[in-house]
């Protein structure tokens, strides 16, 4: 248990724009990190041991992409009690994103919509941050998340995928490529059949290189959307097996808006997140589960808000879940209650099977 309860921090946080409170916060974790008083939010972390693509993760609940984008904050972000922390989406180059305002509380809903857009502070910036963290040495796994500019035309997204992967790859556990953001032009498109062969056969191809010059073969993960049918759900799972893929992130934020209609901010663009995903995001696990098999590596990310929301990811087929607009909601407390409960029900299964 951290030492300053998030109840205390929230009605300061929520009193002010989204984007500031964000900034404020990753400020403070950044100067606090690696401090004594980083120990005014340090959570214990739950064990849970589990073996997934090759990585042993210290237990199943991890942090999402995009809160950290830049990486400023992994030993901040890993002290609260996550098994494994993925930062980005980094891009190439630096880029500012979209115009603010660009990210807006649901609180009704439990939800944020946000258009950011992928602003970072490019791929050179961010390896240095990565670099200067403690938290790989510390037998915690780091997930390192990579996209394509948005002045890079869709059609040449497979150059600046490769470009990223380039250069997270030594300093990465596994990589997770997203194609799914709808906050870049024409990016999701790239989930369609050609488009996703061809991105990822040139992938597959370069990670090899990699692993031979390196000297070890880090996983690659796909980080899909909430909006697909179950026809779409079949034709990605197949793509990722066909390719050598490791495992698949699902999922992103949604477009859909049907769960929030006539709340204030409802229609503005960008990706909805927090407790109007959940069915969606599981929905897609199921499918994904049912076409990739038992085995595969899904990562169920999409309206975790209680520690109920991510047991029904475990159930829906998910082998580990991340959370990100939860942890705005709910605090820290909300890692370690997930991953105990997580826990609790993988002992229960472990009970139930014919000895």
Known sequence: MSLLPYSLARPFLFG????????????SLARLQGTPLAWAYTNGMVQDPVEIAGLRFPNRVGLAAGLD??????????AIGFGFVEVGTVTPKPQPG???????????AGALINRLGFNNDGLDAFIANVKRSSFRAKGR?????????AATPIENATSDYLTCLDGVYPHADYVTVNISSPNTANLRSLQSDEALDGLLGAIAARREELARLHGRRVPVFVKIAPDLDEAQVRLIAATLKRHGMDGVVATNT??????VKGMPHAEEAGGLSGAPVLAASNRVISQLRAALG???????VGGIMSAEDAVSKIRAGADLVQVYTGLIYRGPDLVSQSARAIRELARERQAARPS
């Open 98 to 108: 979209n115009p603010k305002p660009r990210m807006f509380r649901l609180p009704r």
């Open 254 to 259: 949604t477009i859909s808006r049907e769960a």
């Open 294 to 300: 038992p085995d595969f590596p899904i990562i169920g």
């Open 69 to 78: 984008k830049n990486a400023r904050c992994i030993d901040g972000l890993g």
């Open 16 to 27: 002010l724009d989204p984007e500031t409170a964000h900034e404020l916060t990753m400020q």
């Open 141 to 149: 796994i780091l997930g390192l998340n990579i996209g394509k500019n």
